[in-house]
């Protein structure tokens, strides 16, 4: 095979071409021999792609090869409706064809990118690389691939030419317009829906009227039903209610899924009761099953506790309930043990001696599922007129279940509002019936329904453990380092991943687990129903795949590997060349240490997440032609980047939160792609300031990276120059930098006022006392919403009452007045603390911070008096730590009629006394649900009114 330059083409010999032909047209009439006798459904364009893929192999332009990859794009989802088993796993190697595609690019872009380092940059050089050895040898490589590939295509489009007639084809009846409204996040996730059958709750309110009765005795409850009946939302929603909290000392909730051994449930158990202390029992890494055992029912044993054991799958041997016996003992304090199961008899296999009470969570009844469909299809309590009965019908189809039903909801709330297209939707539904797995129709429908972008951001929870919540950020970086995201005009990759994120939300496919206190989602996960399609999907297309201690091996193709605790020589069984994302979660140092020595092999990896890995450092001279994306070394032990890290100019996230690095190498500033900069760790220490962040020394030439958007956190050291280059980082949403010295103020001030975009500023002085001189930003970033300020301010900068979308501020040892306090009733903010940030003996709230939900007060040594007039009207949680000369309640907080939580951190022993029974001040707080008080130590006791 012969290289034409001029016309950029590949030409194949007259008897090439006949050899090749005759060999295709067998292959082609043993497909047809192959053909099954039914039809199937085939979008139109799927040939058209295939003919314009193999067009654009035959001419494709060296020098830009984004046509060939923007087709193979388009067929990486064929959207198959329906089919003989068979006749779909031919339209499956339609998206392998592509993905191989891929594969074979981004070989010849790491020939290419090889050869140009070594001889230069220019025309004349780039003439030189393109003719080097390496890439003439990968040309002739890529034209034998290209042949294969156009055959494997020719047979294909004979394959769906005659499975499919496309000539008086309609279009596919599950083709709906797909439409992503601005409405805000919807929060009636099914933690917020709870239960709305009347028999659910009664249910909740029996419930809690057995964790509540004087029994003194340890109680065991267990919720039984079937899969996605809502057992684990009833559970939560009665296990976060404030009410409930008050009356435990201790809390845990974990989810056991298929733990398998006692060693596996007492460890996450542990794990979950000591969150509540400062911090794990030492040696808890080497005890065994007993000790663990030992060491939870020694701690638990003077606290009333609330544990939650939410979804056994399977009956536990005698040996777990004899260590769960040890482990939550009765201790005479009214304790109690909730366990939510499908197992019809788990509540009768409970070795503990009291009571215990089994309740049958059953599916919803046709009013309360109409109910609930509509809540979330048409946020109304019912359906348009119009759309009733066919409405109804797809009630039907979700059997009551509330999975299925705010699923389906979520999913309807996308379509237009019209009967064919909803009909279409029931007639799909009926034929989704009884397949793959045995699941509902519904779960398959609502994964087919997703366009093909949001399919991949839904199977890349199959990387994550069942009982892992993926954090809103890191997904985000994940999905956009994958290639998932597409660019859409005026905004940047994060906020359509933002909008992704939040459509997989409303469609109820991924659950929101946690929030933050101003309403952005933390943290989301996937229904176990939901996770065995996407296990499923995830095999069927080598898309990815869990790795845990148990497998043996894999499928030679699957492209993204996480491995869970693996063993140490799982990965010399693993085709490195396919694979393109590896987590190594749990690793050991063995099977860290065999990766790295072998990073070579992996060409076209574009995600490592190394963290928590037992390493202490990266190889010295990293390979050349590493495309990474994403590289996580988080929490490892490294303490220093190699200077090879330059090399990595494709990389998009760096993150290397808790590591030891204090300086970045100046290679830094070559990573022109990198748009997330996570560099910091935490001092935590028993005394004041408590905690605060440790950044890292940037390089010169910082200023060049211009699609950063968060850099956290910095040194700010005049000497490089970082404080100046920092405004040319327009782009930037999150910046956090630390040690600024007064006389920065107004350098900083003068960087910070070009970033239009930034949404989180956090700016600390050198030592406590230094001067914090903000004063001169002007204007002032506008998006922002979170400010975080820790040093001398005396009085708050101006520019602070200009920020319209603030919603959380922190001010740490900022001495201010009471005038600077008032100053600021009038900001929206949700949260608020003042930490070591007043010196006065009064604090009064007179008037005004009418969104604030959080106040917390922090070591304000002098204060003697606090009160409230007309302030807070909407506060719900207040936290009032080491003010050890307040003695009283604060005044007026009697008027906080949604105050539901006190948290009272080393306060002195008077206004503790006067909110017991009988005290002085018990009147004040009596409509408060939960009043909790931790002493010096941070061991908590609680008061229940």
Not at 366 to 391: G, I, T, W
């Given at each position: 095979m012969a290289r034409n330059h001029k016309e950029g083409m590949l030409l194949t010999s007259p008897k090439e071409k006949s050899r090749s032909k005759r060999k295709e047209e067998g292959t082609m009439s043993e497909m047809v021999r192959q053909l099954p006798q039914r039809r199937l459904e085939v979008p139109g364009d799927v040939i058209a792609l295939l003919a314009k893929e193999q067009e654009v192999l035959r001419r494709m332009p060296w020098g830009n090869m984004e046509p060939v990859r923007s087709v193979s794009a388009a067929l990486r989802d064929p959207g198959i409706t329906n089919g003989a088993a068979d006749a779909k796993k031919w339209l499956q190697q339609v998206t392998e064809i592509s993905r191989d595609v891929d594969d074979m690019l981004d070989r010849l872009e790491e020939a290419r990118s090889s050869s140009s380092s070594s001889h230069g940059s220019g025309r004349v050089y780039g003439l030189l690389s393109i003719l080097s050895p390496n890439v003439l040898l990968a040309h002739r490589r890529m034209a034998k691939q290209v042949k294969h590939i156009n055959s494997r295509i020719d047979a294909m489009k004979l394959r769906l030419s005659l499975l499919a007639n496309l000539d008086d084809r309609e279009s596919p009846a599950n083709s709906t317009r797909y439409r992503m409204d601005d409405r805000q996040l919807d929060r009636l996730s099914l933690e917020q829906v709870e239960v709305l059958g009347v028999d659910s709750r009664h249910r909740r309110e029996t419930i809690k009227g057995t964790l509540s009765d004087e029994t003194v005795a340890l109680k065991a409850i267990s919720v039984v039903g079937r899969a996605g009946v809502g057992k684990t939302t009833l559970v939560r929603s009665i296990f976060n209610e404030p009410l409930v909290r008050g009356w435990f000392r201790c809390h845990a909730w974990v989810t056991v899924g298929a733990a398998s051994s006692a060693a596996d449930l007492l460890k996450r158990i542990m794990l979950q009761v000591f969150l509540e202390r400062p911090e794990m029992p030492a040696n808890a890494d080497s005890m065994d099953v007993r000790q663990m055992a030992d060491t939870v029912g020694r701690y638990l044993m003077d606290k009333a506790y609330l544990v939650v054991l939410d979804d056994v799958w399977s009956s536990w041997s005698s040996e777990i309930w004899d260590y769960l016996g040890v482990a939550?003992?009765?201790?005479?304090?009214?304790?109690?043990?909730?366990?939510?199961?499908?197992?019809?008899?788990?509540?009768?296999?409970?070795?503990?001696?009291?009571?215990?009470?089994?309740?049958?969570?059953?599916?919803?009844?046709?009013?309360?599922?109409?109910?609930?469909?509509?809540?979330?299809?048409?946020?109304?309590?019912?359906?348009?007129?119009?759309?009733?009965?066919?409405?109804?019908?797809?009630?039907?189809?979700?059997?009551?279940?509330?999975?299925?039903?705010?699923?389906?909801?979520?999913?309807?709330?996308?379509?237009?509002?019209?009967?064919?297209?909803?009909?279409?939707?029931?007639?799909?539904?009926?034929?989704?019936?009884?397949?793959?797995?045995?699941?509902?129709?519904?779960?398959?429908?609502?994964?087919?329904?997703?366009?093909?972008?949001?399919k991949a951001c839904f199977l890349y929870f199959v990387l994550f453990p069942r009982t892992y919540c993926a954090k809103r950020t890191a997904l985000i970086r994940l999905w956009i380092a994958e290639g998932f995201v597409q660019k859409e005009a005026g905004k940047t990759l994060e906020d359509t991943a933002e909008e992704y994120l939040k459509e997989l939300i409303n469609r109820n496919l991924v659950q929101a687990t946690d929030y933050y206190d101003y309403g952005k989602v933390k943290s989301c996960s996937i229904h176990d129903m939901f996770r065995e399609i996407i296990i499923h999907k995830s095999g069927e297309e080598n898309f990815g795949t869990l790795v845990t201690r148990d497998d043996e091996r894999i499928g030679a193709n699957v492209r993204r590997l996480s491995m869970i605790n693996a063993k140490e020589d799982f990965l010399s069984d693993v085709r490195a060349s396919n694979a393109r994302t590896l987590f190594m979660l749990g690793a050991s140092s063995a099977s860290t240490s065999s990766f790295l020595s072998s990073i070579s092999d992996y060409k076209l990896l574009r995600v490592l997440d190394l963290e928590g890995a037992p390493i202490d450092r990266l190889p010295e001279e990293l390979p050349d032609g590493l495309y990474w994306r994403y590289l996580s070394l988080r929490n490892t032990r490294i303490s220093k980047l190699p200077k090879s890290v330059k090399k990595l100019t494709h990389l998009q996230t760096l993150d290397l939160k808790g590591t030891y690095i204090s300086k970045l190498p100046s290679g830094i500033s070559r990573l022109q792609n990198i748009r997330h900069l996570l560099a910091y760790r935490y001092y935590i220490g028993r005394h004041p300031p408590y905690y605060y962040a440790l950044g890292v020394t940037l390089p010169r030439g910082i200023g060049q990276l211009r699609e950063l958007q968060k850099l956290t956190y910095v040194e700010a050291t005049q000497e490089n120059g970082t404080l100046a280059e920092l405004g040319n980082l327009k782009q930037l949403k999150r910046l956090g930098i630390v040690n600024l010295r007064e006389s920065d103020g107004p350098r900083l001030c003068s960087s910070v006022s070009n970033m239009t975009e930034l949404l989180s500023l956090s700016a600390s002085s050198i030592t406590l006392d230094e001067p914090l001189d903000l004063h001169s930003l002007s204007p002032a970033p506008q998006k922002l919403e979170r400010l975080y300020l820790r040093g001398q301010l005396l009085k708050l900068p101006s520019w602070i009452f200009s920020l319209r979308n603030i919603v959380r501020i922190r001010l740490r040892r900022s001495k201010l007045s009471k005038d600077a306090v008032k100053e600021m009733q009038s900001l929206p903010v949700i949260e608020l603390a003042l930490i070591q940030a007043y010196d006065g003996k009064t604090l009064h709230f007179s008037e005004g911070f009418s969104r604030l939900q959080i106040l917390e007060i922090d070591h304000l040594t002098d204060l003697e008096h606090m009160s409230f007039g007309e302030a807070m009207p909407n506060i719900q949680k207040m936290s009032i730590r080491s003010c050890g000369m307040l003695n009283s309640i604060p005044d007026g907080v009697e008027g906080l009629k949604h105050l539901k939580e006190i948290h009272l951190f080393a306060m002195p022993e008077a206004m503790v006394s006067s909110l017991k029974e009988g005290g002085a001040d018990e009147h004040k707080v009596e409509h408060i649900p939960v009043i909790r008080v931790y002493n010096e130590h941070r061991d908590i006791s609680s008061i229940i009114l």
């Open positions: 939550l003992p009765d201790n005479g304090l009214k304790s109690r043990i909730i366990l939510s199961s499908r197992v019809p008899d788990i509540g009768r296999q409970c070795r503990w001696p009291s009571a215990v009470h089994i309740f049958h969570h059953s599916p919803l009844g046709p009013q309360d599922s109409m109910l609930l469909f509509c809540r979330k299809a048409f946020l109304s309590d019912e359906a348009p007129s119009e759309l009733k009965v066919v409405a109804k019908e797809i009630v039907g189809e979700c059997h009551g279940l509330p999975l299925l039903l705010v699923a389906m909801g979520g999913l309807m709330s996308t379509k237009e509002q019209a009967v064919p297209t909803w009909q279409g939707v029931v007639d799909e539904l009926r034929r989704t019936k009884d397949i793959q797995l045995n699941l509902p129709g519904v779960l398959w429908f609502s994964y087919k329904d997703l366009p093909s972008h949001l």
